[in-house]
């Protein structure tokens, strides 16, 4: 089982990325899919999830700059971040869950990826 994100960078604030997550070794369209951030110090958020039918749950942190999707046939997920402050600054993490309510609730996830750094710096 693979999670490889990817995507991140430097960018100046009000900027945008987009993250991309290339899942393998599992049957992707199975399973929720979620973005996590860990920022030094500070506890793991769960950023956003998208469900194996697309529905989306969002962090009121994010909720309007972010968008998260996914692509079963490419077995990838999307965070698109817009307008973007010193807040996300944060490495991401790419997740799955079989269980919605270990997705967003309970944050037991089955895989993990190896997180990709995001900096938002002028």
């Known amino acids: 089982v693979q999670l490889v994100e990817s995507g991140g960078g430097l960018v100046q604030p009000g900027g945008s990325l987009r993250l991309s997550c290339a899942a393998s070794?599992?049957?992707?369209?199975?399973?929720?899919m979620t973005w996590s951030r860990q920022a030094p110090g500070k506890e793991r958020e769960l950023v956003a999830a998208i469900s194996n039918l697309g529905v989306k749950y969002y962090a009121n942190s994010v909720k309007g700059r972010f968008t998260i999707s996914r692509d079963n046939a490419e077995t990838t997920v999307y965070l698109q971040m817009n307008s973007l402050n010193s807040e996300d600054t944060a490495v991401y993490y790419c997740?799955?869950?079989?269980?919605?309510?270990?997705?967003?609730?309970?944050?037991?996830?089955?895989?993990w990826g190896q997180g990709t750094q995001v900096t938002v710096s002028s």
């Open positions: 070794g599992f049957t992707f369209s199975d399973y929720h």
């Open positions: 997740n799955a869950a079989r269980r919605w309510t270990d997705a967003v609730t309970t944050k037991k996830y089955d895989y």
